[in-house]
């Protein structure tokens, strides 16, 4: 890679244009495959939000999902789609942080991020052998089991390789199969459906698990800002992110509402049946057995997609954070044939591999605390920037003031406060130990490019002027 001209440097951080090593070689990311990878960043469909019925009953299940876009979602879409466009790089919110509060912030957002992120990615390929497991019973435990996770992360991770546009529209044939049993189960069910059951506050005798029903909310919904890492790569991003994030938002509702409301209208209660997995169940119930397969093999569809979108997130994100000298060059090397960040996709893998061996009990919920800290972060940053610097060019733009803002930004903080206090003591132990790795990292950075132990891209001398 050669060494970026400072001139082209500049520009990145102080006006909105794509960063150094632009994707050039490669064919851009257009509307509908970027709708997708949205989708499946955030989303994936219905699969994993039975257990907010479970939680708290069938009505507040029906609210949760038609109010918390509201409260959560579009805040974070709507920041989203003002700061991509106007700083339209790969290196996403890590550029957003740093130009509102300088680059050690920056690096730090980056670090949550990308840890919250590639923990993330490391419980697909165990989650699509939970469901593969009920078609086969061999992939249950053991060898097999072991076998499978590695092959599943290999041949995906290859297949990131050839290509964001191929990723990209990979994922849109894998989102249209994984929700076509959706949409038969909700064909089937209209005719019994009885809408008495969608008001119904849960069986008498069964306690609310607000916990659960909030962590499902929050699982089910967040990851907005993590398509902002592939800026870089997609077609007239000022124009092409809004679209997307709009087209992505109102399709995860439909996934997610639809089938809600027509599994709970055309089947009696049993608020315990209500688990992860359950929509298998009723679409047997509703349909037959044929349904109740359709809908575990879209299921292993949708983790497929879920973990090709958050490998690219990482991927990319490592590869910006070179391009802004947080990382040494080599961090964002790109293939000669596919023009992908290979560097960054095999360092997200191999942790991944790692990982995926791990108890995911407590790793999960320390991927909600990450998360949770770097949105905090990254709302404190669109508000600042909105201050500090309202002369910006903004190709899309919330259209509120600064008061207006914060309040939009104080409800979604509120709840993700929340998320952190009702953690486990490990959960703080974990994501101290992580924040303090993070911090450690951005020094030591800082040293090895004063000692010229790793090359870097002249950003660096940038960012350390700037800071």
């Not at 980056?110 to 061999?138: Q, R």
Request: proline residues 6%; negative net charge.
């Amino acid at each position: 890679m050669a060494t970026s001209d400072p001139s082209s440097t500049a520009s990145l951080l102080d006006t909105p244009v794509p960063p150094t090593a632009p994707a050039s070689a490669s064919k851009k990311l257009a509307l509908l495959p970027l709708v997708f990878l949205i989708y499946f960043e955030v989303s994936g469909g219905p699969y994993g939000e039975e257990s907010a019925v479970g939680a708290a009953g069938p009505l507040f299940a029906i609210l949760g999902f038609i109010a918390f876009p509201f409260v959560w979602s579009v805040p974070e879409a709507l920041v989203t789609a003002e700061l991509a466009t106007a700083f339209p790089g790969n290196g996403g919110y890590v550029i957003w942080a740093h130009r509102a509060f300088g680059p050690f912030w920056g690096s730090l957002l980056g670090s949550w991020k990308f840890l919250s992120g590639v923990i993330n990615l490391a419980s697909y390929p165990a989650l699509c052998m939970d469901y593969l497991e009920l078609l086969i019973s061999v992939f249950a435990s053991g060898v097999p089991r072991y076998v499978a996770i590695f092959l599943f992360t290999s041949v995906l991770s290859f297949m990131n390789y050839t290509g964001l546009s191929i990723v990209g529209y990979t994922a849109v044939g894998l989102g249209v199969v994984s929700l076509s049993p959706f949409v038969v189960l909700t064909f089937f069910a209209i005719p019994k459906i009885d809408p008495k059951r969608w008001i119904s506050l849960g069986e008498v005798g069964v306690a609310k698990d607000w916990t659960l029903f909030f962590n499902t909310l929050f699982w089910n919904l967040n990851f907005w800002d993590s398509a902002s890492t592939l800026a870089g790569e997609v077609e007239d991003p000022q124009r092409t992110y809004p679209k997307a994030l709009f087209s992505a938002g109102l399709l995860a509702c439909l996934a997610y509402l639809v089938p809600l409301l027509a599994a709970i209208g055309a089947i009696p209660l049993d608020q315990e049946d209500w688990v992860d997995g359950y929509f298998a169940d009723a679409g047997e119930l509703i349909a037959g057995e044929w349904l109740k397969i359709g809908i575990e093999i879209g299921a292993v569809l949708s983790v497929v997609g879920l973990f090709e979108a958050q490998l690219s997130s990482c991927a990319y994100q490592l590869l910006g954070m070179a391009d802004l000298a947080f990382l040494p060059r080599s961090f964002g090397l790109r293939s000669a044939w596919f023009n992908t960040p290979w560097m960054g996709i095999l360092i997200s893998t191999l942790i991944a591999l790692a990982v995926s061996y791990l108890d995911f009990t407590d790793l999960i919920s320390t991927v909600n605390f990450l998360y949770s800290l770097g949105m905090l972060l990254e709302f404190a940053s669109f508000l600042w920037l909105r201050k500090k610097s309202p002369a910006l060019k903004r190709p899309f733009k919330v259209p509120m003031a600064l008061p207006g803002l914060v309040i939009m930004c104080l409800i979604p903080s509120c709840f993700l406060v929340y998320v952190m206090t009702v953690a486990s003591k490990t959960v703080y132990i974990l994501s101290a130990v992580m924040t303090v790795f993070a911090i450690c990292w951005y020094y030591f950075m800082k040293i090895c490019k004063s000692k010229s132990w790793f090359q870097f891209l002249d950003a660096g001398e940038k960012l350390d002027d700037e800071e």
